[in-house]
Structures are given as structure tokens and as C-alpha cells.
């Protein structure tokens, strides 16, 4: 599933209407989900980490109060590239978050290793791949193995090239968000032809093949 950041352009929303994609809502930006069935909702971190100003969370509250209901899911307050202040920050939010919206993703930041999270994560909470872009880069993959391990929702964020769509498809990626269609609708069939050639990890015998690592990785067992 795609989602693209949202815009008040007409031309371009009706590009992303036309390609069944969804709305990223974000705290620091307008609530408004143009009438899209799906959406999710953004805590604004990534804008307050460009802005250099604190995060605010009496804001964020009333957004998932007033549109959390119908999300497909939200993201916990994070700290980018915060390591293990991240964590903590977003354990603190998550019984907020889900008491609000069906489903919350907890931003793994620079710093952050699976044994930091698994004991947190499951059906209600999933992965968002966040942190410093180099960071990102290098561990996509790894952590695309580790949701499918554990049977989670895996999004990776900043997703705007065809480059980019490559490596999240092929690091088993459920969803995925960018600002380019957004901002340009005319990138929509570069978007959506990166989309359809994107080769995705290879599952063999309930077992899940990731080439860029080497890593074979069994299937996930019941929660």
C-alpha cells in the first residue's frame, strides 16, 4: 500500500485516487483527509526534527481523537535518529495511541537492535522505518526480516524515488509513503512503473528469501 503525503491540489489528488493510493495525514500539517477512505495518521516528528522545534504532544492528541477512528494506523511519538530515548518516548504513547486508532507503528530509530523492540511489538503494534537516511539505507532489510519473523506490519518511510521502492519492496515492505506525487503529479507512472517492476523477497515453502542479505528466515509463528 502506498500513501502520499497530504495535499490540498486537486490535480494531484485525483492522480493518487485513480492509483488506489492512500493519505498521510501528519499533526503538523492540515487534518484533513480529503476524503479518502484510507489513510493514516503522522505524529509530525520528521517536521519538527527539520524545524528544530519540540514536539507537540497536546496537538497530537487531538488529532488521533478526531481522526485516529478510521486510520489504518499511527505512528508513535519518536525522537529521529533519538536510539533508545525514541523507544522510550513511544512506550510511553502507546496504550494513547490504541486507544485511539486500530493499530500503531513504533518509528525504529539509528541505534535501535530487534531485541530493543520485540518484547513490544505484535498484531497491534508494527514497524515504521525511520531514522537518518544512511541508517535507513543500510538496515532496511534487516528489519524487513525481522517483521516477517514476527508477523508485523512493516512501513518504511520516505519513499520517493525508484530507487527507493526497489530496495522497500525488496526488503518485504506492506506499505510505504513519499512526497513526491504530492508535490508533482506528473511522477505518478515513474512511481507506479517502479512500483509494478519492483521484485519482492522470494517465498519458498513458507520460508522467505531476502537476496541482498543472504538471509532465509522461517515463517512467522502464532501470536
Not at 518484547?119 to 517483521?147: D, H, Q, Y
Not at 517492476?197 to 513458507?206: K, L
Request: with cysteine; charged share 20%; aromatic share 10%.
Amino acid at each position: 500500500m502506498m500513501y502520499a503525503s497530504r495535499t490540498g491540489t486537486r490535480r494531484n489528488l485525483a492522480v493518487m485516487r485513480e492509483e488506489g493510493w492512500g493519505l498521510l495525514v501528519s499533526r503538523a500539517g492540515a487534518w484533513r483527509t480529503e476524503g479518502f477512505a484510507n489513510y493514516v495518521l503522522d505524529n509530525g516528528a520528521w517536521s519538527d526534527f527539520q524545524a528544530k522545534r519540540p514536539f507537540d504532544g497536546d496537538a497530537f492528541e487531538r488529532l488521533i481523537d478526531k481522526l485516529g477512528g478510521r486510520a489504518d494506523w499511527v505512528v508513535l511519538p519518536d525522537i529521529v535518529a533519538g536510539g533508545l530515548a525514541s523507544l522510550e518516548l513511544s512506550l510511553r504513547w502507546s496504550n494513547r495511541c490504541l486507544s485511539a486508532c486500530q493499530k500503531a507503528l513504533l518509528a525504529v530509530q539509528d541505534g535501535m537492535t530487534e531485541n530493543d523492540i520485540a518484547p513490544f511489538v505484535g498484531p497491534s503494534i508494527g514497524v515504521f522505518l525511520g531514522g537518518s537516511t544512511p541508517w535507513k539505507i543500510a538496515n532496511m532489510e534487516r528489519w524487513g526480516a525481522f517483521c516477517f519473523r514476527h508477523g508485523l506490519h512493516y512501513h518504511v518511510a520516505r519513499v520517493n524515488t525508484a530507487r527507493r521502492i526497489n530496495m522497500a519492496v525488496a526488503a518485504g515492505a506492506d506499505s510505504m509513503d513519499g512526497s513526491s506525487v504530492s508535490r508533482y503529479a506528473h511522477t505518478m507512472p515513474l512511481i507506479a512503473d517502479a512500483l509494478a517492476s519492483a521484485e519482492p523477497p522470494v517465498n519458498v515453502d513458507g520460508k522467505r528469501y531476502f537476496g541482498g542479505l543472504g538471509l532465509e528466515v522461517p515463517p512467522p509463528a502464532a501470536w
